[in-house]
């Protein structure tokens, strides 16, 4: 063979081995794969374990409940509500609602992400659902096709863009169901479907596996509008191609929807209210109260989770049918009735992300009188963030050691250092950091370091050993302080009610670090007793004190995020070692502070507490950072 032809071969090769290659890590297939039976949409005609069967969906036994959310979907406008009436019922006149309202909507020559995700997820839901209806004609379709081609270009275009932001992803799931409704009907459909197929594929999805569980936005934003509409799109690309993307995320991708569904649930406060880190929005949206219900079911459903259907019940038994607004009691009757698994309680604990950037979170039970502790230490992923790396949070019967709960503009004074469970360092916060463009981890990655430095945080240790819990991580790189070289918080957390925060930082060689404040955010202004200082949130109090450091006297400040500040600060050196213990109890009234005591070791530092099993806890220095006991 000349040696030009064998280059070209070679090469002809090779592209085709990386073509096979990037297809082959691809999740949802090409349009070509998907089913031509109707309904496709988490809907198959027949029995299989990717989607709810007809069959399934008309066993439902019609008992008082199912007749109340039935008629909540007859009463409402949305054409997805109507056609799953007709599902159920055959009820023509439902049928024949949807499809007027269908042919009813025309594009509005602009739309913002609820507008795109709400329209073309009912037109798409619908459109699958009523295929078969004879009402709904071959010509009626090619006219609410027509009708809908503009809102579906304009949710491309919108969701072109970076990978971490909330309504990017609105608006792509939204693009998403109605591309797999129509994909095969006609050339702009199919294209359409390429486009979406390929966001997921190349932008979302490895976003989730590179997160591994860590939400790239404050849980309000993200449970709503990026974990919703991905389960979505993937359970309906699951159905659509009857086959097992839920398997292949686990077996191929990390097992990344486990990991985020893992999140949602441990993120969720006994209030159900999420973990407030970052801007959380206030009514509905900052929790699972009001529009999570049907996702929850969905991602239980196709998961086989028992630790969802027992978050399933929890809500339920919280919220009763409450949980299902509007036309999301379509999900009722999807997933809710059809949760199979036995219900059981997850661990009382979960590391979210991993070493490059996570958070930690714990409890003392699943019961509503738990204390939940948690400690963040992750990268800055977007705006909606705050500059918070190493922050704490308590919660008991409501929040104790508090994360901004306020949030009425974005970068406003909840985003700063000053208000966060962290240190300022000379008196300096941490770094303002800016940074959301990137449409695929490797921009993302490019930008860790250099000028942006949007590496802010890395978890170091996390372990939970049943009695106690514990994280570590290293946030020096949070600030820009050139003296300091290092900055480690190690969060210890003895079930039920005390919490150890020992902190080490170290100067560059050659230099001493500044005055080092120590922070604390309290839901209202603290008392101050020998022992240290109380704080009560009206249902649950907190004692905070200094340990081994000597005298620190606090300093108690309001804040303009409606929070109490107390400020411990410690003079600078080459070397600073700080202990902090903090105590929780319910009702108002502090009971008797608790004998402890630190002693600093060599590298290691030792904290007994009087009547925790006489244990000695060892929190180890550089490089492992680990907490372990002992007697």
Known sequence: MRPRLSLLLSICLLAAALCHAAHADELIPPAAAIKPDRPRLLVRPQPTPYAISLAQLRSIPRDAEFDLMLGQLKGQDSAAAQAMVWLLTDDSAAADRAVRRMRAYRYPGQADTFHIFGHLTELGLAYDWLYSYPGFTGQVKAEVRANAAPLAKEGI????????????????????????????EDGPSDALFEQVRRRFNHGLYPAWQYLDGLPSEPMGYWALYVFAPGVWTLLAAQSAFEADLVG?????????????????????????????????????????????????DGAAWALGSPQGVRFSRWLRDKRGVQRFYGETAVFYMLYTRQLKA????????????????????????????????????????????????????????????????????????????E??????????????????WFKTVEEFQANLGGGRKLETG???????????????????????????????????FVRPDKVVIVD???????????????????????????EGVVASNGKSWLRCRPMLSGEAAPVISATPVNTHRVSFTYPGKAEVVLVHLLEVGDGTTAGPPVRAAAVQAGREIKVSIHGVDGRTFVFAGEPQYTVTSGG
């Open 248 to 296: 292949a995320v686990r077996t191929r991708q990390g097992a990344w929807l486990d990991r985020h569904f893992d999140n949602l649930v441990h993120s969720t406060l006994p209030d159900m209210r999420y973990i407030p880190w970052g801007d959380l929005q206030g009514g509905p949206n900052g929790g699972v109260t009001h529009e999570m219900a049907g996702v929850i």
């Open 458 to 492: 890395d978890i170091l240790f996390a372990q939970d050993a049943g009695p106690w819990a514990a994280a570590a991580g290293q946030f020096a790189q949070a600030y820009g302080c050139e003296a300091m070289e290092s900055c480690v918080r190690q969060l210890l």
């Open 419 to 436: 208000y966060h469970n962290t240190l300022l360092i000379g008196g300096q916060a941490q770094r303002p950091v800016r940074g959301q």
């Open 342 to 417: 036995e219900p059981a309680p997850p661990p009382l604990s979960f590391l979210a992300g991993n070493r490059q950037s996570g958070h930690f979170i714990a409890r003392s039970a699943w019961d509503d009188g738990a204390t939940v502790v948690a400690f963040r230490c992750t990268d800055h992923f977007g705006d909606h963030h705050h500059y918070d790396q190493g922050g704490f949070m308590i919660y008991r019967r409501g929040l104790l050691a508090v994360d901004p709960p306020v949030y009425r503009k974005v970068r406003g004074p909840q985003q700063q250092t």
């Open 157 to 184: 275009r919108v969701s072109n863009d970076h990978m971490f932001h909330n309504y990017i992803w609105m608006s792509a799931g939204g693009a998403a169901m109605w591309a797999l409704a129509t994909a095969g």
């Open 504 to 530: 080490r930082l170290r100067a560059a060689a050659g230099k001493e670090l500044p005055e080092v404040q120590w922070l604390l955010q309290l839901p209202a202004s603290p008392t101050e007793e020998r």
